[in-house]
T-cell receptor, first 114, second 112 residues
Framework: GAGVSQSPSNKVTEKGKDVELRCDPI?????LYWYRQSLGQGLEFLIY????????KSGLPSDRFSAERTGGSVSTLTIQRTQQEDSAVYLCASSPLRSYNEQFFGPGTRLTVL | KNEVEQSPQNLTAQEGEFITINCSYSVGISALHWLQQHPGGGIVSLFM???GKKKHGRLIATINIQEKHSSLHITASHPRDSAVYIC??????????????FGKGTHLIIQP
């Protein structure tokens, strides 16, 4: 069906609040990736899922960041006690298989922490 | 960690010119991706390649695994090609994929 969708498209929050970002991958795609795009750092990898499991969480910038995926489909990225440096566009991508396949990117969620 | 370098960082050209954007990386990879991002827009995958050359319309991507280098070419460039082009690599010495490592992008402007 449709491409990768993300919600919300924009999120403004106050420092110290928790936020949840949602990603709906393309139906049937087993691999799901979270990336972050910020002015100072460019694009950086955060975490990937193969099915519901996340073999490598080393890209998460701190223990305030966590992610889960349920039913091999929807994924949620949670940022606890947000800081101003968390402000960025959070991108989700999905792929039919884990490795060496084209990745389809969602439109992103623009997070602004005041 | 793989270091991905792109050049040039910025490129302005006239409509119709042949465009080349270069990408080099420091550690052996399994695949290389070329991505396109329009201002205020999302990211679109242009190519994924692990060897040789791929062509799609006016776009051509090549990779030399031994030299750890890839190029993206645009023939007969058009103002609608104006965008940021991003090189990203996948995989490495340990094998497997753990997400993409990105270059900083090349900001291309094609003037009419």
């Amino acid at each position: 069906g449709a491409g990768v969708s993300q919600s919300p498209s924009n999120k403004v929050t106050e420092k110290g609040k928790d936020v949840e970002l949602r990603c709906d991958p393309i139906s049937g795609h087993t691999a799901l990736y979270w990336y972050r795009q910020s002015l100072g750092q460019g694009l950086e990898f955060l975490i990937y899922f193969q099915g519901n499991s996340a073999p490598d969480k080393s890209g998460l910038p701190s223990d305030r960041f966590s992610a889960e995926r349920t039913g091999g489909s929807v994924s949620t990225l949670t940022i606890q006690r947000t800081q101003q440096e968390d402000s960025a566009v959070y991108l989700c991508a999905s792929s039919p298989l884990r490795s060496y396949n084209e990745q389809f990117f969602g439109p992103g969620t623009r997070l602004t922490v005041l | 960690k793989n270091e991905v370098e792109q050049s040039p960082q910025n490129l302005t050209a006239q409509e119709g010119e042949f465009i080349t954007i270069n990408c080099s990386y420091s550690v052996g990879i399994s695949a290389l991706h070329w991505l396109q991002q329009h201002p205020g827009g999302g990211i679109v995958s242009l190519f994924m390649l692990s060897s040789g050359k791929k062509k799609h319309g006016r776009l051509i991507a090549t990779i030399n695994i031994q030299e750890k280098h890839s190029s993206l070419h645009i023939t007969a460039s058009h103002p609608r090609d104006s965008a940021v082009y991003i090189c990203a690599v996948e995989g490495g010495p340990t094998g497997g994929a753990d997400g993409l490592t990105f270059g900083k992008g090349t900001h291309l402007i094609i003037q009419p």
